[in-house]
């Protein structure tokens, strides 16, 4: 019904040629590369001082040593660090669904530049791991959008992305209407991780909302032999991350 909705909404960005040169959220003209107008661009920015471990924004004076939240420091999350652009606050709301259920795969490049934008590579991971969706939702849906922004976040930073260590062996319903307990439980058996020898990874997925599956792939991942888990998303939803 979503993706009904929203296909009727938007027309269909597959390809190059589909483009109408109109900027993709306020449908005005725009000549920019990017399909959004250079205005709009700006509004997905987010420069802001966040937490290490959730990226909650916290106060501007904070070191960047010391950048985590009370929260983090009581009961942190399994992951060793959080990176996003920022919040699930508009246009994001309005973009990420575009890009997940009308298939609008020309966006990802857009938001995977600003998403390098906002990146601290002061050491950089071995390489990407897009969070996998399940061969048949991949299937119905064509594509994976995490493979789709690492595909073009690996060729901006030049970090190797592998699409094939994290498997997803068992489908699991849609987690959008499940609560945190739930989410957890569903991912149990979800995913199997092939041998390897990476110590430092980054996770790649759209959205983090409770950290169920990024907690849960962290969890395999550590006990696989890495030693240091990033997770990389486009925006975190507001409500704090619950260590699982
Ligand atoms: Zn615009
Ligand atoms: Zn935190």
Redesign the pocket.
């Known amino acids: 019904m979503l993706k009904r909705l929203l296909g009727k909404a938007s027309p269909i960005l597959g390809h190059r040629s589909d483009w109408l040169g109109l900027c993709q959220l306020c449908r005005q003209p725009c000549d920019e590369q990017a399909l959004l107008c250079h205005w709009c661009l700006q509004t997905l920015h987010q420069p802001l001082c966040r ?1 290490r ?4 924004p916290l106060p501007e004076h904070i070191k960047a040593e010391e950048q ?2 009370g ?2 420091q009581r009961r942190p999350p399994p992951w060793q660090r959080l990176q996003v652009i920022g919040d699930y606050l508009p246009p994001y709301p309005t973009l990420i669904p575009r890009l997940k259920y009308a298939g609008q795969i020309l966006l990802a490049p857009p938001l995977a530049h600003m998403l390098a934008d906002h990146l601290d590579l002061a050491q950089p991971p071995e390489v990407i791991l897009p969070v996998p969706l399940h061969w048949w939702r991949q299937w119905r849906r064509g594509f994976n959008q995490a493979e789709e922004l690492a595909s073009t976040l690996g060729k901006i930073t030049a970090i190797p992305c592998d699409n094939r260590l994290i498997q997803r062996t068992k489908a699991t319903p849609q987690q959008t209407s499940l609560s945190a307990g739930q989410r957890r439980r569903n991912l149990r058996g979800a995913f199997q991780i092939a041998p390897h020898a990476y110590r430092h990874v980054a996770l790649l997925d759209d959205v983090v909302t409770t950290g169920a599956t990024a907690g849960r792939l962290t969890r395999l991942l550590h006990e696989s032999g890495v030693e240091r888990v990033e997770v990389w998303a486009l925006c975190r939803t507001l409500r704090h991350i619950k260590p699982g």
């Open positions: 937490c471990l959730c990226a909650a985590i939240c929260r983090c």
